[in-house]
């Protein structure tokens, strides 16, 4: 299961606008697949971040197909 979350901070410090980090958890491994920063949280900020997400996926997919690996039944 993926969670999606969004964080509205002063990431940049004094150096910058505050900005949201919007990012993908993987709950099962608690690794973060996708994340990227944004002005605001909105759904333009959403789609591009899902948009990276599927690519990724869509990548490993094509990795593990072209693998010696297969699934056994």
Known sequence: MLLLDASLHPWLED????????????????????????????????FSAAARLFASLRHSAQLLRRSSWRFRS
């Open 15 to 46: 150096r910058g606008p505050e900005l949201t980090l919007l990012g993908f958890l993987d709950d099962a491994t608690r690794k973060v697949p996708v994340a990227e920063f944004f002005l605001t949280e909105d759904a333009h900020g959403l």
